[in-house]
Nanobody
């Protein structure tokens, strides 16, 4: 049974920073696409940062490029998201997820709306950025 537990969310002022973590059990980050998604009230869930552990390739949504950094700690089996220069529009529930199937290219996690059943999901952690 794969379980993902996010932590690190909170409330910050615009321009501030947060680091999110996603601890995995029942799974080792290897060949599947893994990533961070977010969902604001009334909006669809969107992929914002994706990592393919096998190659280290990363992909980012334009809205976070240059401000967010995704990484994985192999020793701790943890996926991380470093967020700097936060903006009010970054406010959302943030989820980590693992794509259940093998994929050669993980960029689709950014460009396509996720099919929920195709992923393992964490419970989410709230990020609120005030102006």
């Amino acid at each position: 049974q794969v379980q993902l537990v996010e932590s690190g969310g909170g409330s910050v002022q615009a321009g501030g920073s947060l680091r999110l973590s996603c601890a995995a059990s029942g799974y080792t980050y290897r060949r599947s696409c893994v990533g961070w998604f977010r969902q604001a009230p009334g909006q669809e869930r969107e992929g914002i940062a994706v990592l393919y552990p096998g190659s280290g390739s990363t992909y980012y949504a334009d809205s976070v490029k240059g401000r967010f950094t995704i990484s994985h700690d192999i020793a701790e089996n943890t996926l991380k998201l470093e967020m700097i220069s936060l903006k009010p529009e970054d406010s959302a529930m943030y989820y980590c997820a693992i794509f259940r199937f093998v994929a050669a290219d993980c960029s689709f996690l950014i460009t396509s709306a996720p099919t929920r059943a195709h992923y393992w999901w964490g419970q989410g952690t709230q990020v609120t950025v005030s102006s």
